[in-house]
């Protein structure tokens, strides 16, 4: 007798949506709640997934510039000096076509109250006496390029350095706080004597070599640690994993608190909707058609709260830097960076928080209308 | 305006947004694939290691040269007490 | 028109609370008449007009339906049946509440999935009939009991159905209203609907319209006239 007929089906569900539209409208202020609510948690999750997956992109490509393998040396379980020496000894390890020593470290700067990390490039562009600093020094210490630049030496003294010039803003992301200077700079500053560096970076033209150049390193010098650049990337990987994260485990506790309270708002059927639901079979609604109107009401609200919660975490994060996430990201610093991510709808993100917001809703509203409808239409009469 | 229409129309509109979203993240992703290039190209020239995206911690400012257990200096099992640790976990063993 | 065999309706079977609603009724409802059954309450006529109506299956017993066999068919079907054939009108008039008049007269055919204009029109055309045109707009907790069953009327006959099942109809209206009903019910009996009340009030059982009266006691048949 009912054969699927499609522009009789596309009416029907046409008009099934209306009645679940002007349902909806009786406790509008409600379900407007509930669907700002919702929208609410999607965006909260989207903004974290899409900042966390954008900044994990970048920085994959970003530190496939990062030295091959970098030896540092280890002293009591603790990161040490290491000495000019091994410079040598490390670069007649075959495979490896050069070893650098690197003089890094951190200073905290009182009157700013931020950490500063202070960095001897290879070449120095910079004379004697100068800076290179990045944009976020430049904002936190009010420097301009030709200002002074006062640093406090490790012997008490303050050192005043000027600014030669400041690191272009569009790469923010690696440079906000960088301070570069000169190598004897550096070494006065600190009171690193002239036979150590901080660490030794190699290259390693052949990507293969990496593993058995480690090895070796590891054999000859027992006390070292060398952090290769697969490492550095699965180190990446790791922290920015969307699974990791606490912000993550917070918004999943928010989205089942949340389900917990759909669950009982559609679970407990109210008399009056069970009411209504009898009226609708003893009028001739059919079973399949008041599950039907259960399926638009959960897909309305939940599929809305979708699509507005993934633009506004869209615009959140890529059009507006994400200002609600970098409260994070700042920490107890006073320093950070502002940078806008590349900006990615990965169908996979979209997908996944489609299937996890729209579905579980969705079925959370029809199962429990489930034995309301399927009773007897002459239910209504009796009551 | 019948009231299935009123929400059909709300969700085309969504969708057209989206769709402008995609547009933007084309566009704005050739602006910033520029700016990584430069940023990679930075890395490789001062030898950086790490993106510099807290500065609150040793092991939040360059984690992959942190020691591997500086999160729990105080204790093993000691919580996380900077709140960039909530973004930047610790990098597994 | 409407044929039942040695029909039982039994709730709660094998139970101690069993309870037998119909018990062994056969009867004929004819075509373009009125029948009214009538009996005190808990006599059974509710769950007899409910059995005649498709709204639920007997627990044996069979019912024809013209010439179609409807005690066997799936509930689909039973529910195809029932909104194609069958105009309903309640005791409370169960009007869905918060949505207007209009769209609660619409409401039966919304599964058919006809045109939407055409099913405005048609829906807009019985509310002028019944002389509630005016209020299609009210919300269904707006009108008066009078204007309900008006509405409600008019909601049973949007999908044209050649039979209408009122049960306890003026249950909530005073004598003059229930006076009204029952010059509806003659207007629709004279389009050649049938008609099956379920009434205790002797303004519908004795009023002229009335073909026949049925009436009925502890679930079965004990006097019919004329």
Known sequence: MKRLHIPTWLERQRYLLDFTLSSLGRRKGKNLALTALYAMVVFGLASVLMYTQALRGEAMRILEGAPDVVVQRMVAGRHDLIPADRVERLSRIRGVQEARGRLWGYYYDASAKANLTFLVPEKFWGKAGEVVIGEGVARTRLAAPGEPFPVLASDGSVVILKVRETVPSPSELVSTDLVLLSEPDFRRLFGVPPDLYTDIALTVPNEKEVPMVAAKIRGQMPDSRPITRAEIARTYEAILDWRSGLVVLVLAAALLSFGIVAWDKASGLSADERREIGILKAIGWDTSEVLAVKAWEGAVISLSAFLVGLLLAYVHVFVTSAPLLTPVLKGWSTLYPSFRLTPTLNPFLVSTLFLLTVVPYTVATVVPAWRAATTDPDAVMRS | MRKSDRFLLFVAGALALLEVARLHSLHRGRERNEEVRGMASMARRLGLTDLSLATDARYARHPSQADRFAPFQDHPTSLEHFPSGTLIAPPPP | ?226
């Not at chain 3, 059954?37 to 109506?53: E, I, M, Q, Y």
């Not at chain 3, 627990?59 to 194609?84: C, Y």
């Not at chain 3, 405005?120 to 002028?128: E, F, N, S, T």
Request: proline fraction near 4%; include cysteine.
């Open chain 3, 1 to 226: 028109m409407i044929r039942l065999q040695d029909v039982r309706r039994v709730f709660h079977q094998g139970r101690p609370d069993e309870l037998v609603a119909v018990d062994g009724v056969s009867l004929h409802i004819e075509g373009a008449k009125v029948t009214v059954l009538r009996g005190p309450s808990g006599s059974g006529k509710t769950s007899l007009l409910a059995l005649v109506g498709c709204m639920a299956r007997p627990t044996s017993g069979r019912i024809h339906v013209g010439d179609r066999e409807v005690t066997s068919l799936p509930e689909h079907f039973l529910a195809e049946v029932r909104r194609r054939t069958f105009g309903f009108v309640f005791q409370q008039f169960h009007l869905v509440r918060g949505l207007t008049a209009l769209e609660n007269v619409m409401l039966p055919a919304y599964p058919l999935g006809g045109s939407r204009k055409a099913l405005v029109i048609r829906a807009q055309g019985l509310l002028d009939r019944f002389g509630v045109g005016s209020r299609s707009r009210a919300r269904a907790d707006w009108l008066s009991g009078g204007e309900a069953q008006r509405v409600a009327i008019a909601r049973a006959l949007v999908n044209d159905p050649q039979v209408i099942v009122a049960d306890e109809p003026t249950a909530h209206l005073d004598s003059k209203l229930s006076a009204g009903f029952m010059d509806l019910v003659a207007a629709l009996r004279d389009e050649g609907r049938t008609v099956v009340i379920a009434s205790h009030d002797p303004i519908v059982h004795d009023s002229t319209v009335v073909d026949r009266v049925v009436t009925m006691r502890d679930g079965r048949i004990v006097g019919e006239e004329p």
